[in-house]
């Protein structure tokens, strides 16, 4: 079976324009303001994230090592970064500029070193 959800845009647009980050290079969250605000001023209306979870050994985008965390470089001062965090970033694009945001969500790759394969060895 399947279910169809239809979609509702929220901000009338005649075209999306996108751009697409690379999560884990954009550092500590608390600079990532001053960094995507650039994409706003050059006039894009979405922002597209690759996965903001914590990354395996490999560093690759897309080989998550936690699918419940957040990659170590977002945090800054010592204190872990949270989903709250990004809520008020992803937030302030879409109130303050205007800008709507997707991330990918990766549910089949999943990094070697990863601490529930161990325990799941039938997901391997």
């Known amino acids: 079976g399947y279910f169809l959800v239809d979609p509702e845009l ?3 647009l005649d075209s999306i324009v996108c ?4 999560s884990k ?3 500590p969250l608390n600079t ?5 605000e650039v994409a706003y001023r050059s006039g894009y209306n979405m922002v597209h994230f690759t996965p903001i979870q914590a990354l395996g050994a ?4 897309y080989s998550l090592a936690d699918q419940h965390g957040l990659n170590a470089t977002f ?6 970064a949270t989903l ?6 992803v937030d302030t694009m879409r109130k303050e500029w205007g800008v709507l945001s997707i991330c990918d969500i990766v549910l089949n790759h999943t990094a070697n070193e990863t601490p529930w394969l161990p325990e799941h060895p ?3």
Not at 19 to 22: A, E, K
Not at 84 to 89: L, M, R
Request: proline share 3%.
């Open 10 to 12: 929220i901000f009338p």
């Open 19 to 22: 751009q697409t980050v690379l």
């Open 25 to 27: 290079l954009l550092g």
């Open 32 to 36: 990532w303001k001053d960094k995507l």
């Open 58 to 61: 490999s560093n690759s985008a």
């Open 75 to 80: 945090s800054c001062d010592g204190s872990e």
């Open 84 to 89: 709250g965090q990004v809520e008020e970033v």
């Open 122 to 124: 039938d997901a391997t």
